[in-house]
């Protein structure tokens, strides 16, 4: 069922204008499932062209049938969802239930700002004298360069689609190039939704160049981007040169802290599922466990024992619950991770190697280590994989310290039942967002990002349509009374 996939510009499916194309592999079988279009800087150019067009019937688009619109995309991915869930879990080896449901989360985001649409909400300003009148109105920011990443390829374009056509403005979305299958099919649904030609568009290809052009173009006034942080860094600095609107969600490290008061057995039984939902590949994985030295032993056995019973495979197998990395050079960092870790003194009580027959796609076994020191390479970088080290604390104010010693704020976690504690550590913990005896943070109604090196700006929830508005403030003087 996955085909070659074209460009959509100005409304239609078409190939780049010099045909070059490039292969979408199968990282569980490294086979090739299709071609994808590599567009030229002619077709970037036509691009940029088609979402000024759109742009300009977009935001006189009346808010009520904007939103009418916004919501049907909503339900044809709703309609749709076995269908892209199959492409998703081709092209990224995760299994199907997960593909599902990440297809239903993306659905949710166009729901929500289909909502959002009618409530862009002004403020008037009680002015000084009386001839005088002041108010703040919300305009659309105008055209949106989107840039995507593939681990979660229906629900990151989504957020960002969905909130640009919410504002009022058109954007070109530029999805992963191991994944494009899944934001096209979001773009299908929009073009069957009846969204305008133009106002949505999507671009294939080599993502520096593309981002380049883009972003270096006067008709695209906002970027946003998900991606790793070195990634997020090279767009902010050539967003600068035309003072971009900016928003971006990037890397994270989240750090997972077990108080004493805290059953560690309950604390791993949410905490391990969690950590290798998608192969580890989630940008607000738990993926630093520190637990109080007295529950050390009971949550580590538990989290090993659980790692260890997760079926492997490929994700359109029946049971299976944990994929494939997405490509070889993401394998070959968690296997260096480990042996550094182990070089230093850590204890593997889980996985650590490729799974035993396995001589074809990008698999490693869930992977648990013990006592892991501070400065090994998986606890300062941030470990995109199915590997889990834990470590020990005595004190408050030591783990905090610990917690909060990277440059990455994305998510953090806490398991107390004490509500001084719970309250205190959610408050310290230096990241976007924080989980109290909960793991499962990402929602539409719910504003998603990080703070530090792991971004600016919200998406989703009730923030997230700011990041696509420019607020103008209006004073009024009014004529003389007759």
Not at 94 to 110: N, R, V
Not at 194 to 210: F, L, Q, R
Not at 248 to 272: K, Q, R, S, T
């Amino acid at each position: 069922m996955y085909h070659d996939l074209n460009l959509y510009i100005r409304g239609n499916w078409r190939p780049a204008s010099d045909h070059a194309t490039k292969p979408v592999t199968d990282p569980a079988t490294e086979d090739a499932l299709g071609l994808v279009a590599v567009a030229s800087e002619a077709d970037v150019a036509d691009a940029l062209a088609a979402a000024a067009e759109g742009f300009r019937i977009w935001k006189a688009t009346g808010t009520w049938e904007r939103a009418a619109k916004i919501r049907r995309v909503a339900d044809l991915l709703r309609e749709r969802a076995d269908g892209i869930a199959m492409l998703m879990s081709l092209e990224t080896g995760k299994p199907l239930a997960e593909a599902k449901g990440e297809t239903m989360g993306a659905a949710d985001q166009f729901e929500w700002q289909s909502e959002e649409t009618k409530r862009i909400y002004g403020q008037i300003i009680g002015s000084r004298t009386p001839e005088s009148r002041m108010a703040v109105i919300y305009q659309p920011v105008g055209v949106v360069a989107a840039f995507s990443a593939w681990n979660f390829p229906a629900l990151l374009p989504a957020r960002k689609i969905a909130a640009a056509l919410a504002a009022g403005c058109s954007i070109i979305v530029k999805p992963a190039g191991e994944t494009p299958a899944s934001c096209a099919a979001l773009v299908e649904a929009c073009h069957d939704a009846g969204i305008p030609p133009g106002v949505v568009n999507m671009v294939t290809g080599a993502s520096s160049e593309i981002a380049a052009q883009l972003i270096a173009s006067p008709i695209v006034r906002k970027v946003s981007v998900t991606g790793s942080v070195p990634v997020g860094k090279q767009i902010l600095r050539l967003a600068a040169e035309g003072v971009k609107k900016v928003s971006m969600e990037l890397g994270g490290h989240g750090p997972v802290i077990v108080f004493p008061d805290f059953d560690p057995v309950a604390a791993a039984d949410v905490c391990a599922p969690t950590k290798f939902r998608n192969c580890g590949q989630v940008c607000i994985s738990p993926t630093r466990f520190y637990v109080h030295e007295d529950s050390y032993d009971r949550f580590s056995d538990r989290f090993a024992e659980i790692a260890r019973g997760l079926k492997i495979g490929r994700g359109l197998e029946e049971g299976v619950q944990v994929g494939p990395m997405a490509n070889r050079r993401g394998l070959e960092t968690i296997q260096r991770m480990t042996e550094d870790a182990l070089s230093r003194g850590a204890e593997l009580l889980a996985g650590g190697r490729v799974p035993a027959g396995s001589n074809k796609g990008f698999f490693i076994e869930p992977t648990v280590l013990g006592r892991v020191p501070d400065d090994a390479l998986v606890m300062t970088e941030e470990p995109f994989g199915p590997i889990a080290p834990i470590t020990t604390f005595r004190s408050y104010d030591e783990v905090m310290a610990r917690a909060n010693a990277l440059p990455f704020g994305l998510a953090g976690y806490v398991f107390s039942n004490d509500l001084g504690t719970a309250t205190r550590a959610s408050e310290d913990l230096e990241c976007g967002m924080v989980g109290v005896n909960e793991m499962l943070l990402a929602t539409a109604e719910a504003p998603f990002g990080g703070i530090k090196e792991s971004g600016m700006g919200r998406e989703g929830g009730s923030l997230g349509i700011h990041d696509y508005l420019d607020a103008k403030y209006v004073k009024m003087r009014l004529g003389a009374p007759a």
